[in-house]
């Protein structure tokens, strides 16, 4: 009999949302993504000591202000999770730009371009890469130019139709969008109940966005 992960296969493409390889090669999803919150626990993890110290290392040897070195070690080791990724999924991984950058255009598109270039320096083709961008106006605008530059996004942070629908007219390779949270703020400010999956705010956003896209191509 199979599992409810194998059903779920034969539906949909299947994307870990994790920084824990293990779980990666246990699950053999198609696609991987990772964010800030999920790379500092994997920091603490041992498994990746060697990278978060070649990282260290590698920034410290780029020289720079310590902002500047801190920056370069976070990007270094988000890039080297995210070779070991590639190296399981056969598809793609989301590699996320610094969210203090999402209200500034010019800045997240020199950030997506660098971790691309890392990428590339590191023999992985820009093609199995997806820069994961805050869906802000700033963050929208800075992905229509980078998919210009063939860089594919995934904007994440996105808990609204109109943000789709600008993602959509930005030619966005992939949306995030925040099924649960938008659950929790109904559940934190509203009365609402929900007795089943449909009632649920999240799943009507996203049942929206889905139609709209499937609509408009």
């Given amino acids: 009999m199979s599992s409810k992960l194998d059903q779920l296969k034969s539906m949909t493409d299947v994307v870990a949302d994790t920084g824990d390889i293990e779980a990666i090669r246990r699950f053999h999803p198609q696609d991987a993504t990772t964010n800030p919150s999920l790379l500092l626990k994997a920091a603490a993890l041992p498994h990746y000591r060697s990278q978060l110290s070649g990282a260290l290392d590698w920034a410290t040897r780029a020289g720079g202000s310590s902002a500047e070195q801190m920056a370069n070690c976070c990007d270094r080791f988000a890039v080297d999770i995210g070779r070991e990724i590639l190296g399981i999924v056969p598809g793609r991984s989301s590699t996320e730009v610094d969210a203090r950058l999402s209200f500034d255009t010019r800045a997240t598109m020199a950030r997506a371009?660098?971790?691309?270039?890392?990428?590339?320096?590191?023999?992985?083709?820009?093609?199995?890469?997806?820069?994961?961008?805050?869906?802000?106006?700033?963050?929208?605008?800075?992905?229509?130019?980078?998919?210009?530059?063939?860089?594919?996004?995934?904007?994440?942070?996105?808990?609204?139709?109109?943000?789709?629908?600008?993602?959509?007219?930005?030619?966005?390779?992939?949306?995030?969008?925040?099924?649960?949270?938008?659950?929790?703020?109904?559940?934190?400010?509203?009365?609402?109940?929900?007795?089943?999956?449909?009632?649920?705010?999240?799943?009507?956003?996203?049942?929206?966005?889905?139609?709209?896209?499937?609509?408009?191509?």
């Avoid at 106006?137 to 942070?157: K, P």
């Avoid at 999240?202 to 709209?212: D, N, T």
């Fill in 113 to 217: 371009r660098k971790l691309i270039g890392m990428y590339e320096d590191a023999g992985i083709v820009r093609e199995r890469v997806l820069i994961k961008i805050a869906a802000t106006w700033e963050g929208i605008d800075a992905a229509r130019e980078l998919e210009r530059e063939g860089i594919n996004c995934n904007l994440t942070l996105l808990f609204g139709f109109a943000q789709a629908s600008a993602c959509a007219d930005a030619g966005v390779y992939l949306i995030s969008p925040f099924v649960g949270r938008i659950l929790d703020w109904h559940l934190a400010n509203t009365d609402i109940t929900i007795a089943h999956a449909d009632e649920d705010p999240g799943v009507q956003s996203v049942r929206r966005i889905y139609h709209y896209y499937k609509a408009h191509g």
